[in-house]
């Protein structure tokens, strides 16, 4: 008998290190955006049929993404933009029309992120800076939050489509990138640089293997010299697990080290 393995991942959601990376692949394919028909699809299987303009709306703002496209549908409901009527969805123009001046959907989403109890956006903004994937428990220390209020956060962020979890509940990601860059934008510059560093100091003190993880953020928080080590070990463990672009990115943060003359 004949087995075959078929293996997918995200690239962004798994670490330089792991195993999988070291593996040669066969064949790689790059899947396209979606176009209109397959956002209609979409659309279609979450909430059956919708008005036209909604699926005009939802086209534009998520730009192919199919998780974008998720988060607009989900997002024009809870403006009340979209709502059930005796005969099925029922668009409220003059709601709609607000959001249409949401010309892009990094717009769109901050201000869907706006309509959150502030303690679940403070959780989240916290996350955020984290990176893409995050430790719920180290996420409720930074922010300062209690066990339940970081579970409430974590619970409703899920219920709007911003995170999912891990099977074991420990872990959370962020579903699309705009939704992690929407949040990050709500941090001034010093803001943002003060917390990575507190991060990057942490993970020094409780885990300094986490190489990739310390250049990233000793590098955010403008803390060159301190990164300029780590971020050569990173490099090095990148390039032996032929993860070329982290590599790249770690040597550059390097070099911008040596450069700055830290």
């Not at 668009?91 to 901050?110: C, G, I, M, P």
Request: net charge negative.
């Amino acid at each position: 008998r004949t087995v075959v393995v078929v293996l997918s991942f995200r690239t962004e959601e798994v670490p330089a290190a792991h195993p999988i990376r070291a593996l040669a692949p066969i064949q790689s394919f790059v899947l396209s955006p979606f176009g209109s028909a397959e956002t209609r699809a979409l659309v279609e299987s979450m909430a059956g049929v919708v008005p036209d303009e909604i699926h005009a709306v939802v086209a534009r703002l998520s730009e192919g993404s199919p998780f974008l496209a998720a988060g607009v549908l989900s997002g024009l409901v809870e403006a009340l933009a979209l709502v059930e009527g005796p005969l099925g969805w029922e668009v409220q123009e003059e709601k709609l029309a607000d959001l249409r001046t949401s010309r892009r959907a990094a717009a769109f989403l901050s201000e869907r992120l706006e309509r959150l109890p502030e303690d679940v956006l403070r959780f989240l903004s916290v996350a955020a800076i984290i990176g893409k994937e995050f430790d719920i428990d180290f996420a409720m220390d930074l922010a300062n939050e209690s066990a339940t209020g970081a579970l409430h956060a974590v619970e409703e962020a899920r219920r709007r489509h911003v995170i999912w979890k891990n099977a074991a509940g420990t872990r959370a990601t962020f579903v699309h990138d705009k939704w992690r860059e929407a949040l990050l934008a709500r941090w001034t510059p010093e803001a943002r640089r003060a917390l990575h560093l507190k991060i990057a100091e942490r993970i020094e003190e409780s885990d300094p293997k986490r190489v990739f993880d310390l250049a990233f953020h000793f590098d955010e928080a403008g803390e060159s010299r301190r990164a300029l080590p780590v971020a050569l070990v990173a490099a090095e463990e990148a390039r032996a697990q032929h993860a070329l672009a982290v590599a790249e990115r770690n040597y550059r943060i390097a070099v911008k080290a040596g450069a700055s003359g830290q």
